[in-house]
């Protein structure tokens, strides 16, 4: 992706051990990986790094997924097959959303974690 810095994890796991270990500023993952889904990925990321902004893709469009991914705070969900255009134009907005996040955070109260992280997890 243009004018980002891409570190790729084979499935959930490792991009969960990644995000403890680095700081990114996006996560991109989909949601069917081995080992962990993007959807628990998506759920740990929530507790670690609840500003962080994250986009799940899927080549079948769940609902039940969609539905789960905006709950549990993805900030886009992108249907396979896509362009790469899509991808990029969702990551700048997700990026550029962060500053809401965090106020966000802040309204509620919530302590903000001292690193951000992103992962692009794919299988």
């Known amino acids: 992706m ?3 810095e891409v570190v790729e994890a084979p499935n959930g796991k490792v991009a969960s ?13 989909d949601v069917h990986m081995p080992v962990m889904s993007g959807l628990e990925l998506l759920q740990e990321l929530a507790i670690w790094h609840p500003t962080l902004p994250v986009i799940l893709m899927s080549g079948s469009l769940e609902v039940s997924a969609a539905d789960a991914a905006s709950l549990l705070g993805a900030c886009h969900f992108l249907k ?5 255009t899509e991808l990029q134009h969702g990551a700048i907005r997700a ?8 106020r966000r955070q802040l309204e509620l109260g919530r302590q903000l974690p001292r690193r951000r992280v992103a992962v692009a997890a794919s299988r």
């Open 2 to 4: 243009a004018g980002f």
């Open 17 to 29: 051990d990644l995000a403890l270990q680095r700081t990114f500023d996006l996560v991109v993952t």
């Open 80 to 84: 396979k097959p896509f362009l790469m």
């Open 95 to 102: 990026v550029g959303n962060e500053a809401q996040s965090i």
